[in-house]
């Protein structure tokens, strides 16, 4: 049973990986909704016997909500702001994936220092501070403003997992209330992306630095 | 008595290997709805150019006929060092995966020099090319197999796959698929398989591996095409010895089911080939990085547990 959980553990990183060099936006939020997908499956094989009835309905939600909800209110936003299909990533592919490998690196070294209880499952800990690397590394190398929620997605899923090192029978009620601001953050995000293209034409966060008239006047120069 | 068996191995490698072509064009014709070549079609190949004579442009030296001969060589150095059905071979040895390396690295060395020598600026292409995935095909594949070793705590390919049982596959499963994964890509891009390059195309802008040996001819270009199949054979044992732990204690039997494994690595090899359209020219550095990011996890993995 474990083994099968270290096989998830090693999935959500290559899903990590996966991330770093997806040049898509639709499969990166594919991407993004497997892997909370198979975080919410996470809880149900890491406690030893048979899990809670309470656990099983609180993974189906967190399910529902990462595999179905998230990925439904991105993509329609996606469409509204009618963005290029590309991530335009301010650096190169393999430099992302060495930043990755780089994380995940010094995240087993933090992991292996840290005064945690111990855990069931091999490289929970290292797992989960490299998906938060990764969601920081989409956050500041992409240059959509889509991509900023997917990197904001992929630290929840982050936190998760390292909620998940630290007690198997987790504060469901915690975890509940950290769900419920995220799907109001999805939802806010998707609003705001849709308003800002259409205002801008565009969703670039490198432009979104300066203001719109100061520009207009140095073109005019 | 001892050493028959191991010389037997050798031999079932050298006669055997050009079928693992033939399968993998089996396949693809299946796919593609034809009949396809007969299956010995590369021992009809190496027949009809061993009985031909070389042809030698004036602008080559001795380097430019040493290539195919050193190529060869090194790689049948290397079959005698790498294990067959999980049983050592006779020139196994501690450590000796990286002399292994080594010898796939005087291998590709000598036919780059090769095919410099022609001084044709088509052939330095590719020989260039061949060198820059070669970078990133080499760390890949060298860290693989020291994840192996770590694994296994052994240091001799023979030892790795001797104690990769079942109960191992068992306790690391994912270190094990992950090298399993690595070793299939940088099979691929080494025996010039589909996703980084195309066996069957002519096309100059788009070749690496084959625009490198176009002006060999006669017995040194079969030597060439063995020397392919027997390198396709190498990686193969590799993969097949990793997803097939010994179970067996008898050697007919653990022989019988490493053919079968070799059939379905050369069969998983047409598939592959057949769904996958090539790469682009710059993005085949991606899927080596992949691979290589493949072997560094499971090296992590391994170090951390």
């Given at each position: 049973m474990h083994t099968f959980a270290e096989l998830i553990i090693v999935f959500v990183i290559l899903l990590d990986l996966a991330l770093a060099v997806t040049g898509s936006l639709s499969s990166c939020i594919r991407l993004v909704a497997v892997q909370g997908v198979v975080a919410g499956i996470l809880p149900l094989l890491a406690g030893s016997g048979t899990p809670h009835a309470r656990t099983a309905a609180f993974a189906a939600f967190i399910i529902l909500l990462k595999g179905v909800v998230f990925p439904w209110l991105l993509t329609r936003a996606r469409d509204r702001s009618?963005?290029?299909?590309?991530?335009?990533?301010?650096?190169t592919y393999p430099a992302s994936i060495m930043l990755c490998l780089g994380a995940f690196i010094a995240s087993s070294w933090l992991g292996s220092r840290l005064p945690l209880p111990e855990t069931n499952v091999a490289w929970i800990v290292p797992a989960s501070l490299a998906t938060i690397f990764t969601g920081f590394l989409l956050i500041t190398t992409r240059s959509k403003a889509i991509t900023q929620v997917l990197g904001y997605l992929v630290i929840e899923n982050g936190i998760y997992i390292f909620g998940l090192a630290l007690f198997?029978?987790?504060p469901l009620m915690v975890e509940l209330a950290i769900l419920l601001d995220v799907f109001v953050a999805v939802f806010v995000m998707g609003i705001a992306i849709f308003h800002i293209s259409r205002e801008f034409?565009?969703?670039d966060t490198a432009e979104l630095s300066e203001l719109s008239d100061w520009r207009r006047g140095e073109y005019g120069k | 008595m001892e050493i028959v068996k191991p010389l037997t191995q050798y031999l079932a490698a050298l006669l055997l290997a050009p079928l693992l072509p033939g399968i993998i064009n089996r396949v693809k014709a299946f796919f593609a709805g034809r009949r396809g070549q007969p299956v010995l079609q590369l021992y009809y190949d190496l027949y009809k150019l061993l009985q031909k004579a070389p042809v030698y442009s004036?602008?080559?030296?001795?380097v430019f006929r040493a290539g195919p001969v050193i190529g060869l060589a090194a790689i049948l150095t290397s079959l005698a060092v790498l294990p067959f059905a999980g049983r050592p071979s006779?020139?196994?040895?501690?450590?000796d995966f990286i002399f292994l390396l080594y010898l796939l690295g005087l291998a590709r060395f000598a036919t780059v020099l090769a095919a410099l020598d022609t001084g044709s600026a088509f052939e330095g292409m590719g020989a260039s090319r061949e060198m820059q995935f070669a970078v990133f095909a080499e760390p890949a594949f060298f860290l693989g197999l020291a994840a192996l070793a770590r694994v296994t705590g052994q240091t001799s390919l023979a030892g790795m796959f001797g104690v990769l049982t079942g109960d191992l596959w068992r306790t690391a499963a994912p270190v094990l698929a992950l090298l399993t994964a690595s070793f299939f890509i940088v099979l691929l891009a080494e025996n010039s398989r589909?996703?980084?390059?195309?066996?069957?195309?002519?096309?100059?802008?788009?070749?690496?591996?084959?625009v490198m040996v176009l002006d060999h001819s006669g017995p040194e270009l079969a030597y060439i095409l063995y020397g392919a199949a027997l390198k396709l054979w190498f990686f193969g044992a590799l993969i097949a010895c990793m997803v097939l732990p010994r179970h067996s204690g008898s050697w007919a039997g653990d022989t019988g089911l490493f053919l079968l494994a070799m059939a379905g690595v050369a069969a998983a090899v047409g598939v592959v080939e057949s769904v996958i359209a090539r790469l682009r020219l710059i993005k085949v550095p991606y899927m080596l990085i992949t691979a290589f990011a493949f072997s560094t996890l499971a090296l992590i993995f391994q170090m951390g547990r």
């Open positions: 009618g963005a290029r299909k590309d991530v335009e990533p301010l650096i198997v029978e987790q034409d565009h969703i | 004036r602008t080559t030296t001795w006779f020139l196994a040895f501690d450590g589909v996703p980084a390059d195309d066996p069957n195309t002519h096309l100059e802008l788009t070749m690496i591996h084959e």
